[in-house]
């Protein structure tokens, strides 16, 4: 089949190289002339474990290629275009900003000729009935519209885009164009749908409810082990103990029950504030009050370290060298949008420490948001003469480093572990006072 990906970003580049994959030709368009210059040269403009390969082998094939918006012609003859845009936090009401959706759209009803069929499927998020009105724009030119969500996670985006836990369609309420819709999408999935793939089909204001559902599920999930953690701070227990022990209840499941500094990123926040502006406008906000302190919880998180790290340096943190190992995230991305560990490395600088951040991948994304904030890309040179270490994106190297040696290189061992991510014991018998979340101070 002939794809269009519109918007080239976390979401829309790992979809066109994994469409390609499949087997169909693919042009991806972006209105970042950076991107698509990265993009044309098989190069990923993120860090994305498996996507520059698999550029790689599929701009190989000539399957894959990208344009800079609007690339009208190319996009004339396309049969199925996915719209994988941004839709960020729009104001301090939380709502989703839905002006690049409305471009998108706005762009392929330029492109796509009159009298042509072509069908156009959201991925981006969207607050739930977005799909309907634009069906009723798309549908007046006869164009169907399928919504199916996205539930890839960054840093595996490429194994989950290829093979997802479950496939949604939301499709029109017209059984013609639902039926169009269906088909087509069915042809682009056809090989996952042929491995078993679940595949749910349903109606629009469904499926955009369900992204928004397991986002602010998964959310919950990790604010109530949060929850936990400032209850076992206020009592001597361990959360790591206590998710371990109702981890094995599979009701509740271990996934998704590592407390630490809390969530971030360019999806968990930004949802479920939207998911709440949106109950909001439909009169039903009390549906998702409790995603308030969801969001709250979260964010005490980010407190509770910095005030753990006022104290680790006896109560004013002015001038002190501290070392904070991870910007992203989390690993395996070097995605900074709403970054726990970015938000705490700026607190403390704001309040005059004298802060080194490194990270193995996110460097270059915190020199555009953060311009000001001291970098250094080696863990060794960022540890040098360090009166407290704070690790806040638990990074395989930094879990992995070894607490005898790195105590040679800081000027006070004293760690705070904001992701509970390595071995309290290990690194107090090394010499370190060792500080995690939820967790007791050493016996
Ligand atoms: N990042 C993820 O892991 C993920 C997973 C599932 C769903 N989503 C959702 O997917 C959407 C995209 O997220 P993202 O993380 O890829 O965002 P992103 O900001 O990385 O990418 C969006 C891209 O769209 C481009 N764009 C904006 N307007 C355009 C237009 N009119 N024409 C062409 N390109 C345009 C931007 O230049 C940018 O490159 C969001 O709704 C997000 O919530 C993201
Ligand atoms: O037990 C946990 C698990 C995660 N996190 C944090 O939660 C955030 C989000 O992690 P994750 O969900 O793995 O990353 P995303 O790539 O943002 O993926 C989420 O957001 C995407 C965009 O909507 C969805 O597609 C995915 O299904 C959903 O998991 C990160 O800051 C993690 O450090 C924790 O603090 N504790």
């Known amino acids: 089949m002939r794809i269009s990906v519109i918007g080239c970003g976390y979401l829309g580049a790992v979809h066109a190289a994994c469409m390609a994959e499949l087997g169909h030709e693919v042009i991806g368009v972006d209105v970042d002339p950076a991107k698509i210059e990265y993009l044309r040269r098989g190069e990923a403009p993120f860090f994305e474990p ?14 894959l290629r990208f344009e800079e918006a609007p690339a009208l012609e190319e996009l004339a003859d396309v049969n199925v275009h996915f719209i994988a845009v941004g839709t960020p936090q729009k104001d301090d009401t939380g709502a989703a900003d839905l002006t690049y959706v409305t471009s998108a759209v706005a762009l392929l009803l330029e492109a796509i000729p009159e009298g042509s069929h072509p069908v156009v499927v959201g991925k981006s998020t969207v607050p739930v009935g977005t799909a309907e009105a634009l069906a009723e724009i798309l549908e007046a030119r006869g164009i169907t519209l399928v919504w199916n969500p996205e539930f890839l996670r960054e840093g595996f985006a490429v194994q989950d885009t290829l093979s997802p836990d479950r496939i949604v369609y939301g499709v029109s309420n017209d059984p013609e164009h639902a039926q ?3 088909a087509a999408l069915d042809e682009v999935y056809a090989s996952l749908l042929a491995s078993g793939i679940p595949q749910i089909v349903t109606t629009y204001p469904t499926a955009e409810l369900v992204k928004v559902a397991a986002n602010s599920f998964l959310a919950t999930k990790i604010s109530f082990i949060n929850a936990m953690a400032e209850l076992c701070e206020a009592t001597g227990g361990d959360v790591a103990d206590l998710a371990e022990a109702i981890g094995h209840d599979d009701r509740i499941g271990k996934k998704f029950l590592r407390a630490g500094v809390g969530f971030g990123g360019g999806c968990l926040p930004k949802d479920i504030r939207a998911f709440m502006a949106r109950a909001e406008e439909l009169g039903v906000a009390d549906a998702v009050a409790f995603l308030n302190e969801v969001d709250a919880i979260n964010l005490r998180r980010r407190d509770r370290v910095v005030d753990l790290a006022t104290k680790a340096l006896d109560g004013d943190v002015t001038g002190r060298r501290i070392t904070v190992l991870g910007a992203a995230f989390k690993p395996n991305s070097d995605d900074v949008r709403d970054s726990p560990a970015l938000d705490v490395a700026r607190r403390l600088a704001d ?44 990074w ?25 991510a390595i071995d309290p014991a290990h690194w107090r018998e090394a010499g370190w006072t ?10």
Do not use: K, W
């Not at 498996?50 to 399957?63: F, K, W």
């Open 180 to 182: 169009r819709g269906r």
């Open 351 to 394: 309040m005059g420490a004298a802060v080194t951040v490194t990270d193995p991948e996110a460097l270059p994304t915190v020199r555009r948001v953060a311009p000001g904030l001291p970098l250094e890309p080696d863990t060794q040179v960022a540890l040098e003469g360090a009166d407290l270490v704070v690790l806040l994106t638990e």
């Open 50 to 63: 498996g996507l520059p390969e698999l550029l790689e082998s599929a701009m190989a094939t000539g399957r």
């Open 396 to 420: 395989r190297e930094y879990v992995d480093l070894d607490p005898a040696s790195v105590r040679t290189l800081v000027a006070r061992p004293v760690l705070i572990d904001g992701r509970n």
């Open 434 to 443: 060792y500080t995690g979340l939820g967790r007791p101070a050493a016996p």
